[in-house]
């Protein structure tokens, strides 16, 4: 079956500092993307980044990157110099068709001044 | 980019009534809505797959009769909770994907709460 791990109910981060998020997920499917989700406290899903299966190198978006260990099974999002703004849920989510994505249990981040 | 909005962004009911909840995609056609319904300090769970056209492909545990899905037009999907209770009190939140992209773009959620 497939599922989606976060291990990390909540981290802390000092401002301008990198800060990783794990991700590991569990799919028999060869081909899948992973997606890193932002919800700040007012609720709205801000897309952050997208790795495909087959994708060789490791997505990167301005100050997130996506750290894709295939064999691993695991995604792991790093963000780099960490911003007040970036206090927020983070969510791991896996495409597992077309029609169908499953987020993991989410981190909460807390970027400290 | 992509914009969905949802309407109503908050609403209270009556434990009995119905509520509908409706999701656009204001600048793209979008032939695929998914709605999502979150509890607090919980992550998002797919409640049903909305194909324009065609009836809702609902997952397993989330009772069709309850929670009606019409998604009439490429741009309108509509998700009515039906005869309402307090335990349906949560954060509903639906998405589009543009055709040929991986992408889903969110609305903003509606936060019902059944009194």
């Known amino acids: 079956a497939q599922k989606i791990t976060q291990t990390q109910p909540g981290m802390f981060v000092q401002e301008k500092e990198a800060v990783t998020l794990d991700c590991t997920y569990d799919?028999?499917?060869?081909?899948?993307?992973l997606f890193w989700y932002k919800q700040p406290s007012s609720g709205e899903m801000i897309f952050l980044i997208y790795?495909?299966?087959?994708?060789?190198q490791n997505a990167t978006e301005g100050r997130y990157s996506l750290n894709f260990q295939k064999a691993r099974k695991s995604a792991n999002l790093v963000i780099s110099a960490s911003q007040l703004g970036d206090s927020a849920m983070y969510f791991c989510?896996?495409?597992?068709?077309?029609?169908?994505?499953?987020f993991g249990p989410g981190t909460s981040l807390s970027v400290i001044p | 980019g992509a914009v969905v909005s949802q309407h109503p962004s908050w609403v209270i009911c009556k434990s009995g009534t119905s509520v509908k909840i409706e999701c656009r995609s204001l600048?793209?056609?979008?032939?695929?809505m998914f709605w999502y319904r979150q509890f607090p300090k919980q992550s998002l769970m797919l409640m049903a797959t909305?194909?324009?056209?065609?009836?809702?492909?609902?997952e397993q545990g989330v009772e069709k009769d309850k929670f009606l899905i019409n998604h009439a037009s490429l741009t309108l999907s509509t998700l009515t909770v039906t005869s309402a209770h307090p335990e349906d009190s949560s954060f509903y939140i639906c998405?589009?994907?543009?055709?040929?992209?991986?992408?889903?773009?969110f609305g903003p959620g509606t936060r019902l709460t059944v009194t």
């Open positions: 790795q495909g299966s087959y994708d060789e």
């Open positions: 989510a896996l495409e597992i068709s077309y029609d169908k994505v499953i």
């Open positions: 909305s194909n324009e056209g065609s009836k809702a492909t609902y």
């Open positions: 799919t028999s499917d060869q081909s899948y993307g």
């Open positions: 998405s589009a994907r543009v055709p040929g992209n991986y992408e889903q773009y």
């Open positions: 600048d793209f056609q979008a032939t695929t």
